[in-house]
T-cell receptor
């Protein structure tokens, strides 16, 4: 099946640091990528939708200046958590797909972000 | 967005069929039903999807009722490795194909 690689898998950093997470589709060209966050014992919450070459569309309540998304190519999207604080600690997951309802989203294995 | 309702938890004996229900009574005609599962601390894994007809693949079968208001995911011979949270999602093509995850069903396969 389609493979989506997410890096890093885990990051621990100090409060105030900016952290970049990469999401790559390894064997297909992803016209659309999505970013989610998941708190312990909760479901995945969609943060934003990213189409290649366009500005990301953020879900209500998600700060676009806090969570910078870049989707410069059909195989790479990045999420940068700017000036991270302890409340940003979470499990961040990306997915990639092509723009058709019949095509599944394929998910990365997530990034565990811990802000001290 | 069409909402889905799933039981919060289920148990299944190893080797038996696991039948996971999902209600999506407000689904629209062009919305697909997708099933994923998530094992602890991993990304969700795609299982199967369908629009109107029943579907089967190497992992599972998907049974969609004729009125499309509910569906059932069937794992024919559950193993311990099938213990996971299973999510039923309705995909909305008109507004960008986003997935809005519900709370899912936590399936425990018992030896």
């Amino acid at each position: 099946g389609a493979v989506v690689s997410q890096h890093p898998s885990r990051v621990i950093c100090k409060s105030g640091t900016s952290v970049k997470i990469e999401c790559r589709s390894l064997d297909f060209q992803a016209t659309t990528m999505f970013w989610y966050r998941q708190f312990p014992k909760q479901s995945l919450m969609l943060m934003a939708t990213s189409n290649e070459g366009s500005k990301a569309t953020y879900e209500q309540g998600v700060e676009k200046d806090k969570f910078l998304i870049n989707h410069a190519s059909l195989t790479l999207s990045t999420l940068t958590v700017t000036s991270a604080h302890p409340e940003d600690s979470s499990f961040y997951i990306c997915s990639a797909t092509v723009t058709a309802a019949v095509y599944p989203q394929h998910f990365g294995d997530g990034t565990r972000l811990s802000i001290l | 967005d069409a909402k889905t309702t799933q039981p919060p938890s289920m148990d299944c004996a190893e080797g038996r069929a696991a039948n996971l229900p999902c209600n999506h009574s407000t689904i629209s005609g062009n919305e697909y039903v997708y099933w994923y599962r998530q094992i602890h601390s991993q990304g969700p894994q795609y299982i199967i999807h369908g629009l109107k007809n029943n579907e089967t693949n190497e992992m599972a079968s998907l049974i969609i009722t004729e009125d499309r208001k509910s569906s059932t995911l069937i794992l024919p011979h559950a193993t311990l490795r099938d213990t996971a949270v299973y999510y039923c999602i309705v995909r909305t093509p008109n507004t960008g194909n986003q997935f809005y995850f519900g709370t899912g069903t936590s399936l425990t396969v018992i030896p």
